[in-house]
């Protein structure tokens, strides 16, 4: 059997079609976009290019509103930054607790230069309260960074809506879409997202390479100051070949979103009915109406994640999981935290997620050997009596803490 | 994924002694599971001899828990009780050939395992002496709650003070940051404020920074002050270390002891060779004695 890989929310195999686009960016137009000589003379189209095709899959109106970046990481520093250092005087950012650490560390330093961080809670199904966000908007709040769907859970924020409300109360918003993009359709020029970062190789295109789109007009400052790459707003020479590669990739996006929300969806769906129905004890987590069509992420109580997958791997099978022992923290994945998810189902989270190179027959295969490996961690498992778990169990085993 | 040796992965794959041992007479239930860990060890030991003639265990936890609980009831098996005592999540992590240091804990928790299951025979009741907190010094794996203890206790003031008195931040130094947040926190608590700049309150070095160019004969003179200067803390940990020989601006050591093996031995030899060029004021590269014979080859070719 060859090797599942179903770990696509934590990056993709770049397409085959966007290395080739690649490669004659090392081999031949490998030339500075600035120098003006033939070994760069195709480049500048070749970016032009692949800034019109980022702009047909988000929906912008102009490819102006497009800067490469180095990763989603980047994006996201670089709209909070721009943010807070276009509008000194505001210092409060509201955000969500749920959000990638890439927005919650850079808050949490903020908060120590004396910024006020509003992280709105999610309730146990990962869901935002609307009518609380709204009382956070004021003419404080320098920025909303909300994510457009949860890397872990595939929960969708109504980010659409968010904007409008922040757009009215003349708050600038941002979205971590890097999750997003390329899994549902988006028009960027009929919303009120100022921001959004995108990141490369969740959409089969190289590691290394990302997007900030910045909606024209919005108040910026860069965070790379240096020469006039990206009109001045990103500098540094242009990482050519990822910038055409993404480019590439977001076409072929664009070309199979409607068979990522149709047969990838009914893979997805066809493993986690198989899964829930097959094992007893193990629940979905997040926002089953309100969802990415790739992920799914699901609870096996009383057995630990990472165990999960060291025998998924000896299987041959690729996913991960919301334990804390597979980052080494002692605590579980905060996205569980903040959907008030138990300790004992916490540290069984295990997300599977899909892309378009997957296949139904590989569905079979996970459903084959899925119920097998939960039943060997349960045999193991001090909470875990015969068929079932051991009556009251948080009552029957009460470990000194250590 | 962790590097796990393949000690680890035999006893993930093929757990010895899972599962409670019927009529057992002593067991053990340590752990935490907001950590994600947690273990009951259930024995049967002989009244008349102490022996330990059963174990079983059974783990909530990921693959090295699950290892460590596996490794350790096959270590105890048919030892007595004073014998089992003595055992030491060091030993345990020996038998598995090693763990990862963000995996140490799972070791400790099946030391813990064993000494509540005995003062459960023994009719005693096991307090947890320790607390554990978030991992931040990767190399030496100590935790925070360790280092605000020791910032507490110690009245520590600096990131040097924390290294001396735990060893935290001694190696790569990436979590010089965080120990720095510690130290904040701490001294806010105390009503102090944190002063990057504040001298240590742990002694300063020993020897004297040098100024200028050396000779051989110096240079070589002054390694084995710095050397002598470090042994203490060394020997507090049952290793020791011994100056080879010195060419050019390479020094060759030889880690004896508990050091000679330890996993942390490139970490203890990239310390010493920090601490060198901290008082010698010049490039000095501190290299395993076993490296030798490779130059001296080389030379000789």
Known sequence: MTDIY???????????????????????????????????????????????????????????????????????????LSAIKAQPNKKEIITTTVEHPAILSLCEALEKEGYTIHRMPVDRAGRLNLEAYKKLLSDQVAIVSVMWANNETGTIFPVVEMAELANAAGVMFHTDAVQAVGKIPMMLQDTKIDMLSLSGHKLHSPKGIGVLYLRRGTRYRPLLRGGHQERGRRAGTENTASIVGLGKACELALEHIEFENTKVKAMRDRLERGITEEIPHCFVTGDMDNRLPNTTDIAFEYIEGEAILMLLNKAGIAASSGSACTSGSLEPSHVMRAMDIPYTAAHGTIRFSFSRYNSMHEVDEVLKVMPGVVATLRKLSPYWDGDGPVVNPEQAFKPTYA | MWDYSDKVKEHFFNPKNAGAVVDANATGEVGSISCGDALRLTLKVEDETEVILEAGFQTFGCGSAIASSSVLTEIIKGMTLD???????????????????????????????????????????????????????????????????????????????????????????????????????????????????????????????????????????????????????????????????????????????????????????????????????????????????????????
């Open chain 2, 83 to 301: 014998e089992a005592l003595k055992v030491t999540n060091q030993d345990i992590a020996d038998h598995l050939e090693g763990l990862p240091p963000e995996k140490m804990h799972c070791s400790v928790m099946g030391r813990e395992a064993l000494q509540a299951a005995i003062a459960n025979y023994r009719g005693e009741e096991w307090k947890d002496d320790h607390e554990e907190g978030a991992l931040v010094c990767k190399c030496f794996a100590i935790d925070a709650v360790m280092i605000e203890e020791m910032v507490w206790a110690n009245k520590l003031r600096t990131v040097e003070d924390v290294t001396n008195f735990t060893k935290a931040g001694g190696g790569c130094a990436s979590c010089h940051e965080d120990i720095e947040a510690i130290l904040e926190k701490v001294l806010a608590e105390k009503g102090e404020k944190f002063d990057p700049e504040a001298a240590p309150v742990t002694k300063k070095p020993v020897v004297a920074e040098v100024k200028g160019p050396l000779t051989n004969l110096q240079r070589i003179k002054k390694i084995e002050e710095v050397l002598e200067s470090l042994r203490p803390t060394l020997m507090a940990d049952g290793g020791d270390v011994e100056l080879v020989e010195v060419i050019g601006n390479t020094a060759y050591v030889n880690m004896t002891g508990a050091c000679s093996g330890c996993q942390m031995a490139a970490m203890t030899i990239a310390g010493i060779q920090q601490r060198l060029m901290e008082v010698m004021g010049e490039f000095i590269k501190v290299v395993p004695a076993s490296e030798m014979k490779k130059l001296v080859n080389i030379e000789v070719a």
């Open chain 1, 6 to 80: 179903l770990d696509n929310n934590a990056t993709t195999k770049v397409d085959r079609a966007v290395v080739d686009v690649m490669i004659p960016y090392f081999l031949e137009q490998y030339g500075n976009p600035s120098s003006i000589h033939k070994f760069a003379d195709g480049v500048a189209k070749g970016i032009k290019n692949a800034r019109q095709q980022v702009q047909n899959l988000i929906g912008c109106e102009h490819d102006s509103e497009i800067i490469f970046t180095s990763c989603g990481t980047e994006s996201n520093s670089t709209a909070i």
